[in-house]
């Protein structure tokens, strides 16, 4: 069974511009969730879906927003970003939704500019 | 404010010995916790999990004990390989709500 794939692998963007990356979850997996980790940092929950609805959502401002699909892709976006932006952005899918363990990809490394 | 702490950022154990790893949390209806380890470049793996009804699961060399009235987490690898050199990170979740997790305690294993 394929895992959690994240494309892109890398990105470097300019402050101001906006990103969008993409997580596709395991097969049978209906939940994904999204979390940022940076240096010094643990992984910072930023949001979950299940079945295309938003279940949870972390303390990070409005430029982070999601989505999910009805085939259980989801994208996140961030819109004007700031130095600070830059981070490891890690997708997990779950059979969830609840007491399953998240199954991580290789996450897409941010660069901010 | 930090739910879940790992106060050791590292570890070093020598080959064939046990490694411990620690974990306390602050939040009391935590009831499903989870260990993961991380190599450079790659996505966190999932190792082991435990519910808040049982205080210990073990999967091969690795053993999980929860200690429910300390609020406090810890992860048992026996014998320790160079293979298990990794960062490991430890999560808690309400009923596998949003999980939140600890910043790392960094092990290696000398051969």
């Known amino acids: 069974k394929a895992g959690v794939t994240q494309t892109p692998r890398y990105l470097i963007k300019t402050r101001g511009q906006q990103v969008t990356l993409s997580c596709s979850p395991i097969?049978?997996?209906?939940?994904v969730s999204w979390y940022q980790q940076t240096p010094g940092q643990g992984l910072q929950f930023l949001f979950e879906?299940?079945?295309?609805?938003?279940?949870n959502k972390g303390n990070f401002p409005g430029r982070f927003s999601g989505r999910q699909f009805s085939n259980s892709r989801s994208e996140m976006n961030v819109s004007t970003l700031e130095l600070g932006d830059s981070a490891l952005y890690l997708c997990?899918?779950?059979?969830?939704?609840?007491?399953?363990?998240?199954?991580f990809g290789n996450g897409t490394r941010l660069t901010v500019t | 404010d930090q739910q879940v702490k790992q106060n050791s950022p590292s570890l070093s154990v020598q080959e064939g010995r046990i490694s411990i790893l620690n974990c306390d949390y602050t939040?009391?209806?935590?009831?499903?916790f989870l260990w993961y380890k991380k190599y450079p470049a790659e996505g966190p793996t999932f190792l082991i999990s435990?519910?808040?009804?049982?205080d210990k699961n073990e999967d091969g060399r690795f053993t999980v004990f929860l200690n429910k009235s300390a609020k406090h987490l810890s992860l048992h690898i026996v014998p320790s390989q160079p293979g298990d050199s990794a960062v490991y990170f430890c999560?808690?979740?309400?009923?596998?709500?949003?999980?939140?997790f600890g910043t790392g305690t960094s092990l290696t294993v000398i051969p």
């Open positions: 879906y299940f079945s295309e609805t938003q279940r």
């Open positions: 997990a899918s779950s059979a969830g939704p609840y007491n399953s363990p998240l199954h």
């Open positions: 097969s049978g997996h209906r939940s």
């Open positions: 939040n009391s209806m935590f009831d499903y």
């Open positions: 435990i519910s808040s009804i049982k």
């Open positions: 999560a808690a979740s309400e009923a596998g709500n949003q999980f939140y």
